[in-house]
């Protein structure tokens, strides 16, 4: 079992920044990733980036030049630094989890926190 919690989510003006936190905690396996998605009103939920526990990284074409994914594994957290946000940034930022046992993936996603774009 992963647990997830979410934090750093809130109301922001255009051009400004934002830091989301999502911290596991449970059987971490060594084989793993974790990246954050997102969704907007009405729309699905799609990635944004994600990292595994080598340190690959992914990006939606739309962040890869704003947003930058870390993690501390000391920590068990993944970080999602937000930078030169945007109105159609606008979402409920979904943390998730992946790890691997031989050839059997588990799944876990956290409850997600709300990321507000307005002036």
């Known amino acids: 079992q992963v647990q997830l919690v979410e934090s750093g989510g809130g109301l922001v003006q255009p051009g400004g920044s934002l830091r989301l936190s999502c911290a596991a905690s449970g059987s971490i396996a060594s084989i793993n990733a974790m990246g954050w998605y997102r969704q907007p009103p009405g729309k699905q939920r799609d990635l944004v980036a994600d990292i595994t526990s080598g340190g690959s990284t992914n990006y939606a074409g739309s962040v890869k030049d704003r947003f930058t994914i870390s993690r501390d594994n000391a920590k068990n957290t993944v970080y999602l630094q937000m930078n030169s946000l945007k109105p159609e940034d606008t979402a409920v930022y979904y943390c998730?989890?992946?790890?691997?046992?031989?050839?059997?993936?588990?799944?876990?996603w956290g409850q997600g926190t709300q990321v507000t774009v307005s002036s």
């Open positions: 998730r989890y992946r790890g691997s046992r031989s050839f059997a993936w588990y799944d876990y």
